[in-house]
Each structure stands twice: as structure tokens, then as C-alpha cells.
């Protein structure tokens, strides 16, 4: 006669109040799944059955996710509840720094440097933010972040060098049109 192993099973309520030992199966007659205890974890992990698993060769749409998974994960990563402060729009131009200054005794953790359209330009709409741009050879320049007594400086050296974007449609690197892009600073406090 041919051995059987059997493994401990039960539903899954009976698996999710038992804590197996180090190692050990069990099987889910509810879910059809195995789990594995490791001694302390009261029902163990459940392995996903191959049914279960999402294709990898099917597209990701962000637009699935949840809104509760991205609001825990900002809870998470970012002090709440915190202020954002966002300065008026300054005129893209080919300068050596453009500077705004934020009248705050509060403490930035983080800022954010955006171009708005102005006008029509490269793809983009009157009033739609761009926050991948570059200025000359650099991409994703960082703002001087400095505070003194009149206030939180934040400045964007530019070198007399024009900004430039991707394209809207194309994804080509696009020099901005003078007058088309304002600079937008946002702190994070």
C-alpha cells in the first residue's frame, strides 16, 4: 500500500487560532491553502495558490489603488498634520537666481519646485504643473533653501540658462518659450 502524509487542516477560522509550531503546515479547507507557522504568529501565512497571483505581464494602472492604501502610506511618511505653503507664481527667465522669500517662522521638511504654463507651450495647457523639468544640462535642480530673520529664502539658481521640458505628446526635450512658464515653490511644513 502506498504512504499518505497528511497535514493538519481545518477552516479558516481554526487555522487563523492556531499557532503551529516552527516550520509547521497546515492546510485551509476554506481558502484551499496552505499555511506556514513559525511558532509565534497566531494562523500562520498563507501561501497564495498560483490562481491568486497577479499576471506580471499585465499593465498597472495607479488609478486602481486604493485612496485608503495612499493615505496610510502618507500618514506614514510625512508628519501630519502639516501646512503646505505655496508661493506666487515668478516668471521663468533666463536670470542668475530667482528667489522667493516665505514670510514663515515654520520649518520646511520639504520643498517642491513646479513649472506652471503661462501659455500654451511644449504640449501643455494654461494652468496644468510640470514638476520634471531642467535647467541647461541639469534635470531635477534643487532649490537653495536658506531661512534669516526676514524669513524662509528659497532660490533657484538658473545661471542665465533657459528651462526646458519634456513634451507633452512627444516626450522630447523642448526648450520653454519665454514668458510661457512660471515658477511655483511649495513648502512642506
Known sequence: MARVLQIRRGTAAQNNNFTGLAGELSFDTDAKTLRVHDGVCLGGYALARADQ?????ASFDINS???DFW????AQFAPAPFTVITSRA???RATTAIEYIFNTDLTPFLVNTVLVCAAADAGY????????????????????????ES???????VG???????????GAVTTTTAGA????FRLYC
Not at 497571483?53 to 505581464?57: F, K, L, Q, R, Y
Request: net charge negative.
Open 53 to 57: 497571483i497577479p499576471d506580471p505581464n
Open 65 to 67: 489603488v486604493p485612496d
Open 71 to 74: 493615505t496610510a502610506k502618507i
Open 90 to 92: 515668478v516668471p521663468m
Open 125 to 148: 495647457s494654461v494652468g496644468e504643473e510640470v514638476s520634471a523639468f531642467g535647467i541647461g544640462a541639469y534635470t531635477a535642480t534643487a532649490p537653495n533653501v536658506f531661512r534669516d
Open 151 to 157: 524669513g524662509v529664502h528659497v532660490r533657484m539658481f
Open 160 to 170: 542665465n540658462q533657459n528651462a526646458w521640458v519634456c513634451h507633452r505628446n512627444t
Open 181 to 184: 512658464w512660471n515658477l511655483l
